[in-house]
T-cell receptor, first 113, second 112 residues
Framework: EPEVTQTPSHQVTQMGQEVILRCVPI?????FYWYRQILGQKVEFLVS????????KSEIFDDQFSVERPDGSNFTLKIRSTKLEDSAMYFC???????????FGPGTRLTVT | AQSVAQPEDQVNVAEGNPLTVKCTYS??????LFWYVQYPNRGLQFLLK??????LVKGSYGFEAEFNKSQTSFHLKKPSALVSDSALYFC??????????FGSGTRLQVQP
């Protein structure tokens, strides 16, 4: 069964550094999402992406964040200058046209030191 | 603003007994409701959804959920729990904007 994959599984970075989290959505899905979960807290929506543009973003998704679909398979989340409070598990999800459920990847644990 | 409440941090049940994991929601408009399960070191796995129609929806692994509009609830149920059902369960709502709002999660512990 097709799955959403994410790399790396764990990323450690220093405060102020840029990180890129990578996701490969399910191949026939057209809608893509990023969520994050700070340890012990709720899963929070960051951004949704369709047709090569952002369709919606939350207040968390400020100017330090960006998303891109650089080719036909990858979907990336870039954090330009990481802060300690960016430490979280980041989940990518995808959804196919005409369906309602999103399918999630295993997550990337980002640790900012 | 939409919100989801899962009032129990943890639910303990003996194997073979029925289980219920509670979820209530607050939205303006018609809700699309979902349950996801998370096993250790894994992503969120889709279990079931309510979009419209029959209030009782069936999903993966023998789980079902009942949509109750008057009580704004969407409780997850299973007639007979398995030890392998032990995991973290999340209720989520979407009002058609396709951005899911999640509850805080309920840890289900099934004892042998």
């Amino acid at each position: 069964e097709p799955e959403v994959t994410q790399t790396p599984s764990h990323q450690v970075t220093q405060m102020g550094q840029e990180v890129i989290l990578r996701c490969v959505p399910i191949s026939n899905h057209l809608y893509f999402y990023w969520y994050r979960q700070i340890l012990g807290q709720k899963v929070e929506f960051l951004v949704s992406f369709y047709n090569n543009e952002i369709s919606e973003k939350s207040e968390i998704f400020d100017d330090q964040f960006s998303v891109e679909r650089p080719d036909g398979s990858n979907f990336t989340l870039k954090i330009r200058s990481t802060k300690l409070e960016d430490s979280a598990m980041y989940f990518c999800a995808s959804r196919r046209e005409g369906s309602y459920e999103q399918y999630f990847g295993p997550g990337t644990r980002l640790t900012v030191t | 603003a939409q919100s989801v409440a899962q009032p129990e941090d943890q639910v303990n049940v003996a194997e073979g007994n029925p289980l219920t994991v509670k979820c209530t929601y607050s939205v303006s408009g018609n809700p699309y409701l979902f349950w996801y399960v998370q096993y250790p070191n894994r992503g969120l796995q889709f279990l079931l959804k309510y979009i419209t129609g029959d209030n009782l929806v069936k999903g993966s692994y023998g789980f079902e959920a009942e949509f109750n509009k008057s009580q704004t609830s969407f409780h997850l149920k299973k007639p007979s729990a398995l030890v392998s059902d032990s995991a973290l369960y999340f209720c989520a709502v979407d009002t058609g904007r396709r951005a899911l709002t999640f509850g805080s999660g309920t840890r289900l512990q099934v004892q042998p």
